[in-house]
T-cell receptor
Framework: RKEVEQDPGPFNVPEGATVAFNCTYS??????FFWYRQDCRKEPKLLMS???SGNEDGRFTAQLNRASQYISLLIRDSKLSDSATYLC?????????????FGKGTKLSVIP | EAGVAQSPRYKIIEKRQSVAFWCNPI?????LYWYQQILGQGPKLLIQ????????DSQLPKDRFSAERLKGVDSTLKIQPAKLEDSAVYLC????????????FGQGTRLTVV
């Protein structure tokens, strides 16, 4: 059973396109949700946190549906620099610890 | 503000040899994580420290992997003896609090076992 599941892609989209990534998680007690970005051969970096009310940061919009245990990331007006792997991350407490669980990532390539 | 520091950046060893990785988290971050990232996969948690105590090592292969965080600051991760399947990037991350906060990652150590 995969705890955090993502479509691995790759998503190949032209510049200016809108692209959406989805993620599902299995732990209904999860408390916090994030999208991280990882460039090739680099470390993951936080792109944005995800809140129940939905949140937007420029061209990026993240949404959370707790009932369906589903997280999404929408990128509008894609840029070449958006090419990366996007990791869905879920945080949950259990057995005295708080753990971040990563999905395998969705690879995006924005094409000129 | 200085980020998470890791060394070495790259390491190539033969199977059955031992290797150690070092991590210095962001100052003031009580929580430290070691992750293993195999090519094409997301990071997998190996061990989590809160200050100098282990709070989760359920996915650490304890027959060959060990980690410590003396004095609640720097941490080392050791593999002895290494196997071919240990080839991966080992990422150290830290966070300020235990719950509901993001983790900041170091650049990682790329280990190749031949």
């Amino acid at each position: 059973r995969k705890e955090v599941e993502q479509d691995p892609g790759p998503f190949n989209v032209p510049e200016g396109a809108t692209v959406a990534f989805n993620c599902t998680y299995s732990n209904s007690a999860s408390q916090s949700f994030f999208w991280y970005r990882q460039d090739c051969r680099k470390e993951p970096k936080l792109l944005m946190s995800v809140y129940s009310s939905g949140n937007e940061d420029g061209r990026f919009t993240a949404q959370l549906n707790r009932a369906s245990q589903y997280i999404s990331l929408l990128i509008r007006d894609s840029k070449l620099s958006d090419s990366a792997t996007y990791l869905c991350v879920v945080g949950a407490s259990g057995a005295g610890s708080y753990q971040l669980t990563f999905g395998k990532g969705t690879k995006l390539s924005v094409i000129p | 503000e200085a980020g998470v520091a890791q060394s070495p950046r790259y390491k190539i060893i033969e199977k059955r040899q031992s290797v150690a990785f070092w991590c210095n988290p962001i100052s003031g971050h009580a929580t430290l994580y070691w992750y293993q990232q195999i090519l094409g996969q997301g990071p997998k948690l190996l061990i989590q420290f809160q200050n100098n105590g282990v709070v989760d090592d359920s996915q650490l292969p304890k027959d060959r992997f060990s980690a410590e965080r003396l004095k609640g600051v720097d941490s080392t991760l050791k593999i002895q003896p290494a196997k071919l399947e240990d080839s991966a990037v080992y990422l150290c991350a830290s966070s300020f609090r235990r719950a509901s906060t993001e983790a900041f990652f170091g650049q990682g150590t790329r280990l190749t076992v031949v």
